[in-house]
């Protein structure tokens, strides 16, 4: 468990889904912070189709539990 070596593994093998991960936050963060009204508009409307697009919805969720 405590295994230096498979835990360097683990660390390179997410990497880049953490690194992902990451950008997409930051531009959640960004595109929830910005105050011009067309960009809420496009925010809204792209978060409301996705609601409805549910294959799409639990691949997000899935990508974002780490579950492939």
């Keep these: ?5 498979l835990l360097k593994r683990y660390q390179r ?4 889904h953490n690194g992902l991960m990451a950008l997409a936050m ?3 963060k960004r595109i929830y912070a ?6 809420r508009w496009l925010r809204n ?4 189709n996705l609601n409805h697009w549910s294959s799409a919805k ?3 969720i899935k990508n974002a ?3 492939h």
């Design 1 to 5: 468990l405590g295994d230096l070596s």
């Design 13 to 16: 093998s997410r990497q880049g």
């Design 26 to 28: 930051e531009f959640f």
């Design 34 to 39: 910005a105050k011009p009204l067309p960009i």
């Design 45 to 48: 409307v792209g978060v409301r």
């Design 58 to 60: 639990q691949l997000i």
């Design 65 to 67: 539990a780490g579950i």
